[in-house]
């Protein structure tokens, strides 16, 4: 009886570690650097200014971290044949992949690279989009006050992270 106990709690644990490592390296970080109001208001508009110098403090301070930089925003990705609102991670690729778990996900396509045009989709977005790989979206969103912001990408991989939610969000 004590050894199940003993069991049940090590994989309880190894279950909590595993997925606070999960959200740390796939959402945020373990420190992250944000606007003062942004938890509060979310708006897409509030950016950190200056970051390539902000980069260069922590990279001095502390040399044996990574340091990646991500924006979180909310819009529209369009197809020819539909439309489906998205959560989007504008990341650094080559340092993304770092510490983050996304582009072990891939099922179909490849990581991104150097095309700034390419876009993963999560695998039942993709699907309710009728997009496959090198189709072409448009992501539309409203950012600041009043400036909206539309982009043309091609299908450059597609992501299924085992969360339904996630997978037709992002």
Known sequence: ???AVVWAANFQSGQ??????SGVSSVA??????APEYREERDDGMVVEKTD??????KQEFPDDVVLRRIFLQGI?????NTSMAAVIATEPAIDM???????????????GDDDRAMLLGQKMAESLGVTLGDKVVYMGQ???NDTF????????????????MDASM
């Open 16 to 21: 909590y570690d595993q997925a606070v490592k």
């Open 77 to 81: 990705i369009n197809s020819p044949t």
């Open 53 to 58: 110098a902000m980069v260069q403090t922590l």
């Open 1 to 3: 009886d004590g050894q």
């Open 98 to 112: 770092q510490v983050g778990e996304l582009h072990e996900k891939l099922v179909e396509g490849e990581w991104l």
């Open 29 to 34: 970080g373990h420190v992250v650097i944000q």
């Open 143 to 145: 950012h600041g006050e």
């Open 150 to 165: 539309s982009r043309l990408f091609r299908v450059g991989g597609i992501i299924r992270t085992g969360l339904p939610q």
